[in-house]
Structures are given as structure tokens and as C-alpha cells.
């Protein structure tokens, strides 16, 4: 085999920051990089490092084998499809024959934490992806990967532009954790180049409730912030009336009822393990991020 390694959504912000990490971190020559990416105009940058650059386009299933062709080993990110119509499972499922039909040996894929027992509206994309890489019987490695901190920009700086946060997650716990480090950590985990089948899920070391998310905030702003707890339906009659489209509106809730149900309370050592770096704590997050919460 060449030993290359392909990074589909490469000129995404995931995809691009493991190729940085495998680069500058682990220091993998660029030619055995290969980033893949719909548009490859769009990596220019990594092309200039020496990283060959790749069309890998998942909706054009007749074309992926010669994209995959001469790769060893393979990262799929996570496609952003999720219509509600099953092309996210499509694409993925796609990818992974195609994988298999180019002779990779080793499939990686970024999944989503207890992807077998949530009540996210998309976990099942993740959960079936996941079965359809080991139906193939090639070594794998899963990195589920946990909420990342940079979510909470999302809703936090109107939160805190009104003063209250509207919550269905009640006491519910969530170990938010830094793309960042999900990045370096999946690419220590393809860089060790391991062979079998592992399954890693990506946390930080601390699980927060709402309330103690909002007590953060509030010591690092010095802003007010009330958590106002809610029902499922009341958070999705308010995100209706902010405006969120209404197809994304019960993916929203289902991440409120998910914390709710203790079912990403979740706390491992596999993204510290896996990343040889202290991580990322929330409170440094927050305050490296206060511009952006308005601040």
C-alpha cells in the first residue's frame, strides 16, 4: 500500500484542523496527506503545503472509488446534510462502499457519543454509518466526538443580550469540549496508525449543568444571565417565534432532551489520551471568546 491518508471535508473547519494537526503536530510529511473536499479550489492553502488535493464529492457515488483509489486509510467527517430525508446516511453509506471497493484498509469515521442509545434527531445517521463500517470487516477507529464549546456561541450572546436562557436540559449534564481538541485528538489517533478496531469517545474532563454553564458565564462577563427552564414544547414555540426554521427546530429541542436524559453526561480521558496536550477548559474558552459573546 502507498500509505496515504485521506481527509474527506478537508475545507471544512474539523477536516482542515486534523490535516494542520497531522502536519504541524505530528509532523507527517504532506505527501502522504491527501484532502478531500466537493470544490478542491477551496484547498488551495493546504495544496501550497505540498498536501495533494482532492475531489471527493459524496452525492456523486459513480465517481468515489477512483477518488479514494491508491488511499490506505480514511477519515470521513461527518456530512452537514441533515434534511430530514436520509441523504446524510446516503452519502455516508456511499462513501464507505466506495471505500471498500478501492481497497482501503482502514476506515475512520466522526460519530456522535452513545450514538446507539440518544434521542438526537441524527443519531441514527451516526449509528448506521458506524454499523455499515464494520459490516465491511476492515479495521476501523470511531471517534465520537463530543458538543463542541463553540456551539454555545450559537445562543449565548443573545442569551445574554436578553438576560435569560431559555433551557429544556434541566439538570442534565454535558462535558462541552474545544474543536480544536477534538481535532488534535483525532489526529493523534490516525497519526499512531494503529491497526484493529477501536472506538474513542471525545469529551472534556468536566460536565456542566445549564446553571453552572450560566455561572461561568456570568463570572467572565459580569453580565446577568437567568436560566429559565422550560418544556420541550415551549423551546420549540420559542425557537419558532426567533425565527429557526421550522425543520430544524425539533433537532434543537432533541439536543435540550438529550442533555435532559443524562444521555451525554459522559466524561472520558480518550481526547487527552489521544491528543498528548492538556485540553481546553471551558472557562479559558469563554474568556478567550468574550468578544463573540458581546462582550
Known amino acids: ?54 475531489r471527493v464529492d459524496f452525492d456523486d457515488a459513480a465517481s468515489l472509488a477512483d477518488s479514494f483509489a491508491g488511499v490506505e486509510r480514511l477519515l470521513i467527517v461527518s456530512t452537514d446534510a441533515l434534511d430530514g430525508a436520509g441523504t446524510r446516511l446516503r452519502q455516508h453509506q456511499a462513501a464507505v462502499k466506495a471505500a471498500k471497493q478501492a481497497g482501503v484498509s482502514h476506515i475512520a469515521y466522526t460519530s456522535m457519543p452513545s450514538a446507539e442509545d440518544t434521542l438526537i434527531s441524527f443519531g441514527p445517521d451516526h449509528l448506521n454509518t458506524e ?17 463542541y464549546m463553540e456551539n454555545l456561541l450559537m445562543g449565548l450572546p443573545q442569551a445574554l443580550a436578553s438576560g435569560q436562557w431559555y433551557s429544556a436540559a ?59 427552564s422550560v418544556s420541550d414544547g415551549q423551546l420549540a414555540k420559542g425557537l419558532e417565534t426567533a425565527g429557526v426554521p421550522s425543520g430544524f427546530v425539533p433537532t434543537l429541542v432533541s439536543f435540550d432532551a438529550n442533555t435532559r436524559e443524562g444521555k451525554i453526561a459522559m466524561v472520558t480521558e480518550d481526547a487527552a489520551k489521544l491528543s498528548g496536550v492538556k485540553l481546553t477548559s471551558l472557562k479559558a474558552f469563554l474568556e478567550a471568546n468574550k468578544a463573540a459573546l458581546g462582550v
Open 131 to 147: 454499523a455499515a463500517i464494520k459490516q465491511t470487516g476492515l479495521d476501523y477507529t470511531i471517534f465520537r466526538n463530543g458538543w
Open 170 to 228: 434541566s439538570d442534565g449534564k454535558l462535558a462541552h469540549i474545544a474543536r480544536e481538541d477534538i481535532a488534535r485528538a483525532i489526529a493523534g489517533g490516525l497519526a499512531a496508525k494503529k491497526n484493529g478496531k477501536a472506538t474513542y469517545t471525545l469529551t472534556c474532563d468536566t460536565a456542566r449543568t445549564t446553571g453552572e454553564i450560566a455561572n461561568l458565564v456570568r463570572e467572565i462577563t459580569g453580565k446577568p444571565l437567568e436560566v429559565v
Open 1 to 54: 500500500m502507498t500509505g496515504k491518508l485521506l481527509i474527506t471535508g478537508a475545507s471544512g473547519h474539523l477536516g482542515g484542523l486534523v490535516i494542520r494537526h497531522l502536519l504541524d503536530s505530528h509532523k507527517l510529511p504532506a505527501s502522504t496527506l491527501i484532502a478531500g473536499s466537493r470544490d478542491p479550489a477551496k484547498l488551495d492553502n493546504l495544496a501550497k503545503l505540498g498536501v495533494e488535493a482532492r
